[in-house]
């Protein structure tokens, strides 16, 4: 069985302060993909990263960062210099290859903002 | 390239009545997912399809509910005799046949409100 844990469940942050969501993962498989998702208050899901359980190289795009460990299972989120638009719930997620391609989230992690 | 569209958008029904919700994936997109998420929890797995052929459905998935995709394109999810537990927010997602086959991309969802 998958399992996606997000331990922190809301965090609040000045602006421009950095701030890390952290994820924690378990999976038999050996091939696996591990995913962030965010949602706005607007509620529609919006795709952020897929890593293949592979490359465990760490992935920089704009203020965002992802911290990818698989000794510790781990799957961590960085946001660099925090702005209000930042604001939503986010998601990890974990699926397998194949067939065995659904989605298993976590139960997300509140982030507020504050200007 | 639009995204994926789901409709209603939110649904208010009596305990007791049925319900169909559709969903339009991205074109071209031979994968479609029907999830479940409730306030304040991580989306659920209900089912998939891979062009017109439901491949898993998942134990949260009662005989109650049904889903359909028989062409290969929109799906639809239906609940018989609804609940009041049935109340959510019901997401679709697809992603398509190429190299990025597990990146699910989610429509705005259907929030149904089962008094």
């Known amino acids: 069985a998958q399992k996606v844990t997000q331990a922190q469940t809301e965090i609040s942050v000045v602006e421009k302060e950095d701030v890390t969501l952290d994820c924690v993962y378990e999976?038999?498989?050996?091939?696996?993909?591990l995913f962030w998702y965010k949602q706005p208050p607007s509620g529609e899901l919006v795709f952020l990263i897929r890593r293949n359980s592979f490359d465990e190289q760490n992935e920089i795009s704009g203020r965002y960062s992802w911290n990818f460990q698989k000794s510790t299972s781990s799957f961590n989120f960085t946001i660099t210099a925090s702005q209000v638009v930042d604001s939503a719930v986010y998601f990890c997620?974990?699926?397998?290859?194949?067939?065995?391609?659904?989605?298993?989230f976590g139960k997300g992690i509140t982030l507020s903002v504050r200007p | 390239d639009t995204g994926v569209s789901q409709d209603p958008r939110h649904k208010i029904t009596k305990r007791g009545q049925n319900v169909t919700f559709r969903c339009d994936p991205i074109?071209?997109?031979?994968?479609l997912y029907w999830y479940r998420q409730t306030l304040g929890q991580g989306p659920e797995f209900l089912t998939y399809?891979?062009?017109?052929?439901?491949?898993?459905k998942s134990r949260l998935l009662s005989d109650r509910f049904s889903a359909e995709r028989p062409k290969g394109s929109f799906s639809t999810l239906e609940i018989q005799r609804t609940e009041q537990g049935d109340s959510a927010m019901y997401l679709c997602?697809?992603?398509?046949?190429?190299?990025?086959?597990?990146?699910?991309?989610f429509g705005p969802g259907t929030r149904l409100t089962v008094l």
């Open positions: 999976t038999r498989d050996t091939t696996y993909y």
């Open positions: 997620a974990l699926s397998g290859t194949g067939a065995n391609s659904k989605l298993t």
């Open positions: 997602a697809s992603s398509d046949p190429g190299p990025r086959n597990n990146e699910q991309f």
């Open positions: 399809f891979q062009n017109e052929a439901q491949l898993e």
């Open positions: 074109s071209e997109h031979n994968r």
